[in-house]
């Protein structure tokens, strides 16, 4: 008979988890596991099998926080309440986003001597989203006012033209994969108009920020080479195209020469420079991306709310925030805790990895009715946490809802009804949460 693997007992496992474990013993008496803990919503497959909601449910309803013992990326506490995720981002001093303390993913920061065992040596560039205050405050500035609402009604023509343009183009008739054609083809041009980046090479910066993806085809050493070499590629090209802006006599409008030009920009090591730069673009591609992939996915399984919105489009503002809430295509971000504390009955120990799920919290039923709907007059759909919490919160999150209002209203200016027609793959990650693959037809409504 077969045996069970089940995790080893952790003095620190929180009792709900212990609880659940013994319950399914019971039930699966001689249950092999392919995985060490059922609640380690670290594996990749549950994303890419679309099969994520009733584990993170169970655990919602068993408490906020679990103590996850083992998984390949260490142990770890998963926080999985709407309200426990905005109350651990709240506390950015006790919980920190730095680098140092390993950052802002699951991925677990290697130390000096697993590297020089490795035969490597260290690449990092530090980045505002994986540093605590004070140096978080005063980087954030040099970007931020390229987000204003004033900068981003400079932006809208030139956003309403390019999407107007592409969705012109598309094929009648004819089976057509929606993700390359149209979420990456939009993100990129978005980002290389904001950048001045050379439009010939756009198609460069979705390959440079897929370092995330395929969690589970790729060993963790793999993942983080990967990582370390991609990054060292983008810092290259963008040492040159830094190097050019510097000399322009006129400076131009886009962020690179704005941040060239800044004040702030002054007290940034060229490393800190290089490593915002590629903060925003990675920020800023994959994640609008997975919410255009997403708003056509989740308006197709729901048709009675896909004709709300072509019956309504006044609504569009609401359903953008609810198709972000429904997407979700941040599955977490990681904190570390900075000194043992007590929260939600546990005890959490210094150096302890928290993983809050904004996943789970977006489905949170003590906050939104009915989660797993797509329901575009839900009346909280601004509660959703897609873009985080707190002193992090996304600072591009007005361009990307700018992006997303603008591509429903020009398919609702064209009457384009998009129909889910063929394959469906998702990316197998933990942290990037979307589609590889999407393919459709258009019809007119
Ligand atoms: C931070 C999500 C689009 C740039 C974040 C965070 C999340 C997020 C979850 C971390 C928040 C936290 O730790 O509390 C998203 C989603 C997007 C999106 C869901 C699209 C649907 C963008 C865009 C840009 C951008 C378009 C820029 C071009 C950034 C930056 C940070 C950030 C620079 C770091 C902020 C900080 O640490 O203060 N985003 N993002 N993001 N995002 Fe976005």
Not at 410 to 428: C, K, L, N, S
């Amino acid at each position: 008979m077969a045996t069970a693997a089940f995790p080893r007992p952790s003095v620190r496992s929180s009792p709900s988890a212990h609880e659940a474990l013994t319950k399914h013993r019971e039930e699966h008496p001689g249950e092999r596991l392919d995985y060490p803990h059922p609640w380690d919503v670290s594996r990749s497959d549950i994303y890419a099998e679309n099969r994520w909601q009733p584990i993170f449910r169970e655990m919602r309803e068993a408490g906020p926080l679990h103590y996850i013992p083992e998984s390949p990326f260490g142990p770890y506490w998963a926080v999985v309440q709407h309200k426990a995720i905005q109350h651990i981002e709240a506390l950015p001093e006790l919980f920190s986003s730095s680098w140092e303390h390993g950052g802002i993913t699951i991925l677990e920061r290697l130390s000096d001597e697993q590297l020089a065992a490795q035969g490597r040596e260290r690449f990092e560039l530090p980045m505002f989203i994986a540093m605590d205050r004070p140096q978080h405050t005063g980087q954030r500035r040099t970007v931020a006012p390229k987000f204003t609402p004033s900068a981003m009604k400079d932006m809208e023509d030139e956003i309403r033209a390019r999407t107007g343009e592409l969705l012109d183009t598309l094929p009648r008739g004819e089976t057509f994969d929606w993700v390359s054609t149209v979420s990456i083809e939009l993100t990129t041009g978005m980002l290389a108009i904001l950048f001045g980046f050379p439009w010939e090479d756009r198609r460069l910066l979705t390959f440079w920020s897929d370092w995330s993806g395929d969690t589970e085809i790729a060993t963790v050493r793999h993942l983080d080479e990967m990582r370390q070499g991609i990054l060292r590629e983008m810092a290259g090209y963008f040492q040159s195209l830094w190097i050019e802006r510097t000399h322009d006599k006129e400076p131009g409008e886009d962020l690179i020469s704005m941040m060239i030009h800044s004040e702030a920009m002054n007290q940034m090591s060229p490393e800190e420079f290089m490593g915002n730069l590629i903060l925003l673009i990675v920020g800023g591609n994959d994640t609008t991306r997975n919410t255009m992939s997403g708003i056509v996915y989740y308006l197709d399984k729901f048709p009675d709310q896909r004709k709300l919105f072509e019956q309504n489009p006044d609504m569009i503002p609401n359903a953008v925030q609810e198709c972000l809430r429904m997407q979700t295509p941040l599955a977490h971000m990681r904190r570390t805790c900075t000194q043992d504390t007590e929260q939600f009955g546990q005890t959490i120990r210094k150096g302890d990895k928290l993983v809050l799920w904004y996943l789970s919290a977006n489905r949170d039923e003590t906050v939104f009715e009915n989660p797993d709907r797509l329901d575009l007059e839900r009346e909280n759909a601004r509660r959703h946490i897609a873009f985080g919490y707190g002193i992090h919160r996304c600072v591009g999150a007005r361009l990307a809802e700018l992006q997303l209002k603008v591509l429903l209203e020009e398919m609702h200016a064209r009457r384009m009804r998009v129909h889910v027609a063929g394959d469906i793959e998702r990316v197998r990650a933990n942290f990037v949460h979307g589609f590889r693959k999407l393919e459709v037809e258009l019809t007119t409504f």
